[in-house]
C-alpha cells in the first residue's frame, strides 16, 4: 500500500502542526499520530466555525467535531509545504 510507508511523514507533519497552533495559542492536545485535535483558547474572539469557515473558503479543510474542537488528519496527500500553508492561513 503506497501510504504506509509514508505514516512517518505524516506523523512528522502533525507534530509540526502541533507546533504552529500551539505557537498561535490555540490549545492543542499531545498527539503522537497523524491525527490533531484542538480548540480555541478562551480569550479567541473567534469560534471554532468561523475558523473553519474561513480556512475552508480559500481551500483549508478541517472539521469542527463538537464543543469547539476541531480536527486536522495528515495523509500521504498532505505535505510539508501544505501543512505549512494551512498554518499561514490559520493565522491570517
Known sequence: DERLPNLATDHVNAQRLVQGLTAMGFEVDPTETNLVYFKVSLDC???????????????????????????????HQVSAEGVERTL???KA
Open 45 to 75: 474572539p473567534l469560534d471554532a466555525d468561523t475558523i473553519v469557515a474561513a480556512a475552508e473558503a480559500v481551500g483549508v479543510r478541517f472539521l469542527c467535531v463538537g464543543e469547539g474542537r476541531m480536527r486536522m488528519v495528515t495523509h
Open 88 to 90: 499561514e492561513v490559520i
